[in-house]
Nanobody, 114 residues
Framework: QVQLVESGGGLVQPGGSLRLSCAAS????????MGWYRQAPGKQRELVAT???????NYADSVKGRFTISRDNVKNTIYLQMNSLKPEDTAVYYC????????WGKGTLVTVSS
């Protein structure tokens, strides 16, 4: 099965930006939808953005206008550009298919704090 490795997290001040990457060990070309999820402390994991193989995107209301998801089917990598970050964006971020069909990676921690 395809393995997923997330990276790019870190500590950032409110209003700052980060770019997350998710590298897949195999081809994602044939996967219809890939997504970024996040899990904040004490909360359930939630889907924040998806991108289809055709490039169509969808976002949770909480991140719409601030986050941008993209995919590179040649590099087998998914990206999440996060701008205007807020403390409530603090979470561990994961990637997976839109239906969460693959094994979860370790995620990458994003902390938004002054």
């Amino acid at each position: 099965q395809v393995q997923l490795v997330e990276s790019g997290g870190g500590l950032v001040q409110p209003g700052g930006s980060l770019r997350l990457s998710c590298a897949a060990s195999g081809s994602i070309r044939w996967i219809l939808a890939m997504g970024w999820y996040r899990q904040a402390p004490g909360k359930q994991r939630e889907l924040v953005a998806t991108v289809t193989s055709g490039g169509n995107t969808n976002y949770a209301d909480s991140v719409k206008g601030r986050f941008t998801i993209s995919r590179d089917n040649v590099k087998n990598t998914i990206y999440l550009q996060m701008n205007s970050l807020k403390p409530e964006d603090t979470a561990v971020y994961y990637c997976n298919t839109g239906a969460a069909l693959l094994n979860w990676g370790k995620g990458t921690l994003v902390t938004v704090s002054s």
